[in-house]
């Protein structure tokens, strides 16, 4: 193991869209039998990658062309279907392995400091809110050196009936957990969602309705913060996937009506029926978040967390996911330069790491207070 990766909320919290992971589920589990519904999803119809800044080498290009990466985007807005604004606060990645149907998924940590839009630096979050899903697809491509043109975005009920519809999944669960998740969370989705859902008396297993598996996903103050929430969010997407493979036609089907009303997408009709054209042979074999190595403290007057540096996660992302010592970008080496020099952070201040590749695992991260003035961040 080389030396360099070894270094390597206010009374009312605002309902987080966890449920955009389902696209996996949905692409994955549609079929003809329902290309009728698709109708009633809103397609804003297919990005050139001029749009999205996509800057690869001629070698990377070659790596990522046998993937399907699609960018997954959960928004914190209030108002139903309203899919062109708000700060992204889920953000993942969907990697599809096209020869082998082996599916990655990576969270991308909201509070990442990041080139949001040309010339403005802050939380990877509020690339959305900047342009929309193309302003924020094109963050993550020029940060990350992807070729993303693919998005979906879902409405906040979307985790709540998909989970009814499987006739909930199971959790185990802390005393801490459910206490937060009636203190903080079940009171206000049912009162979003239109839901009545009932309070949990303390830790153990259960089986958990949409609300609560809401909740559950919603938890960010507890060890761990929100590193620990992405986990949580990770855990009940691979809990979903695997009870819906093994439902009935029928639930599925269900299920399958219900999503659609509740996404909007670049994919079209054709697109997401070509996906679904093998769904038995998917297989969801690893999720994550990222950056790997990070430093978490305060920039300018918020809390972010800092990659150590950029450059380096850049490269072990690209080997995550498509198992590919890529070159990063110009662009790629630039925003990292930037950040160091910014910040002064690099792979000497690293105080959590989390690498899948080397099983390097520090997860007992603490805010070090560490201070920039003068940022041009936005939240």
Known sequence: MSTKRKKKKNKKNKIVIFAIEL?????????????????????????????????????????????????????????????????????????????TK??????????????????????????????????????????????????????????????????????????????????????????????????????????????????????????????????????VLTKMIEKAKGSSISTVSKLIEAMFGEISTSFTSKEMLSLASSVMDYELVGNHGWPFELYTGNIGSQSMVVPTDLETNVQELHEYLFSEENNVSNTVKGISEYIVNYTGLTTEHTARYDNPLTGDDNTSTTDTGYSTEGTNSEE
């Open 23 to 99: 696209i996996v589920l949905v692409a994955l589990l549609v079929g003809l039998y329902v290309s009728s519904k698709m109708d009633e999803m809103e397609t804003t119809g297919p990005i050139e990658p001029e749009e999205v800044e996509i800057e690869l080498d001629s070698e990377t290009k070659e790596a990522l062309e046998g993937y399907t990466n699609i960018a997954l985007f959960g928004l914190d807005n209030r108002t139903v279907g309203k899919y062109e604004s708000g700060n992204s606060d889920t953000i993942m990645i969907a990697s599809i392995n096209n020869d």
């Open 102 to 235: 082996e599916v990655k998924i990576l969270s991308v940590y909201r509070d990442t400091y990041l080139n949001v839009k040309e010339g403005t630096y802050g939380k990877i979050n509020s690339a959305y809110s900047y342009g929309g899903p193309k302003n924020a697809i094109a963050a993550l491509n020029k940060n990350l050196n992807l070729d993303i043109t693919n998005y979906v975005a879902v409405d906040f009920g979307a985790v709540v009936d998909a989970v009814d519809l499987l006739d909930g999944i199971e959790l185990t669960l802390t005393d801490e957990e459910v206490k937060i998740m009636n203190d903080n969370y079940i009171d206000e989705i049912n009162e979003v969602t239109n839901h009545s859902s009932e309070k949990l008396s303390g830790g153990g297993t259960y089986k958990v309705d949409g609300v609560q598996a809401l909740a559950y996903c919603r938890i960010r103050y507890t060890a761990g913060d929100d590193f620990r929430r992405t986990e949580r969010q990770r855990e």
